[in-house]
């Protein structure tokens, strides 16, 4: 019983609507609002935004597979003989002979034994982890990680302990700190926000030393890098052995929706039969499905989409060079330009929208506090005119928006 006129009891119930209010108005102070922008035309690398037709330069469709025409006639054939929807998981009446050639094609492309589909590279992500690692285990991670990672070990419950960027022998110290229970070691292959690739080789060291097994999130390698666009593990001349899984997402270079988890034959089915976000989900539409593996065999096939891409990536360089731009350290389409703080981003962002070049400012927390940046991605519909203009538009950004002498401290919330 509470005692009588005592300020005992239960605190009192949180407001969750002052609290949602609190964050909106933090956001607002420190410049970190987001703002959609509905697209109602796209054509090429060009589309129509607010009533303006812009060259896209934050698109992940890097070979321009997309609107490919065999791929959207697949996707077309395929929704008139089946229809548009999924209409069931895998395990009850989803599973589609669309699904299981996709799969094939993905397992021989990637050079592993087996393939298992997924909704989305993040639920694919949740499912490695959820799957096969628990309270007692370990998921070693790089700082730089794609969140859906981070989440990942939060849901399998594992100790999650994270070491400093592409830093071999940090992940090496960070699988030597705990010695019981199983391991994992994830690591994205071409990092999302920075666009450099991943020290695969000495992770593949370590995870074998410690006993580890090495994830490998290729969501932006796939299609890109290594021979015939196999990705990051390829390009790095891994195989299966030092890769047991690995990350393919369909919706980047593949240019459709869905992803697929690369790998041992044992630890894929041990995916089917336990991931939860496998099993409670719907199939990926068949027609989805067929989209994809006409994109996969173009990937494959087309190295000349790589070539362009790669014409572009350099033709990018050369001239930021030129002209002294601040690019991070990238040889992939995913070229930051570092901006530091978010108001100078957003302003960046603005001027180069009013010269025609759509790139969007990327900040916390998705990006480390402080570390606000223009991500471009090139692509291979991208011309070398367009490249040049960005590039003048880049320039004058800069001028107009110098960057300021430090940022204080680089608080969370805003002076
Ligand atoms: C985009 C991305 C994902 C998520 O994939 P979706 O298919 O978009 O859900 C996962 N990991 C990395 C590194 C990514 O860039």
Known sequence: MPEPGAASGPPPRLDLRQ???DAAA???ASDTERVRHAVTRRDGSRCEVDGAWLVNWSSN???GLSQQFQVVDALQDAALRDGAGGIASHLVSGHHAAHEALERELADWLQAPRALLFGGGYLANLAVMQALLGDEDLCVQDRLNHASLIDAARLAGCRL???????AEGAMRQLRSVPAGAAMLASDGVFSMDGDVAPLRELAIAARLQRALLYVDDAHGVGV????GRGSVAAARLTSTDVPLQLATLGKALGGHGAVVAGDD???EHLLQTARPYIYTTALPPAQAAASLAAVRLARREHWRRDKLNAVVG???V????LGLPLMPSDTPIQPLLCGDNARALAMAASLRQAGCWVVAIRPPTVAEGRARLRITLTAGHDHAQVDALVEALARAQERFPASVEAPGGAADGA
């Open 161 to 167: 302990r994270r070491y400093p960027h592409a830093d």
């Open 26 to 28: 933090r956001r607002q």
């Open 19 to 21: 609290r949602v209010a």
């Open 266 to 268: 044992a630890l894929v």
């Open 225 to 228: 890098l290594g021979p015939e």
């Open 61 to 63: 469709d890097y070979l």
């Open 315 to 317: 033709h990018f360089k």
């Open 319 to 322: 001239r930021a060079a030129k």
